[in-house]
């Protein structure tokens, strides 16, 4: 089950680097339209929340304790969201 959550974290994490690369793409050929921007920002954020989420999941009791990294990851997704 871990590396299922694994996997799907992974998986959506490269959605959203390709979404932002597309943005980025539209950018460096000109065009100056921010709707594939405003998607990118919009799904990052919320991938990055869930990918925090995950992680707490995986991470158990110990998600939640200020000594592991991941509580602050999950402090610092929801700034995105």
Same mark, same amino acid.
């Given at each position: 089950a871990v590396s299922f959550l694994l996997a799907e974290m992974a998986m959506k994490v490269e959605l959203a680097r390709m979404?932002?690369?597309r943005?980025?793409?539209e950018v460096d050929q000109g065009r100056r339209n $921010?709707?594939?921007a405003s998607i990118a920002k919009a799904?990052?954020?919320?991938i990055a929340n869930q990918c925090a $989420?995950?992680?707490v999941q995986i991470f158990?009791?110990?998600g939640f304790n200020s000594e592991?990294?991941?509580e602050k990851?999950?402090?610092d997704a929801k700034i995105y969201q």
């Open positions: 979404a932002y690369q943005a980025a793409w $921010t709707y594939y799904f990052a954020g919320d $989420t995950d992680a158990g009791g110990n592991y990294p991941v990851l999950m402090r």
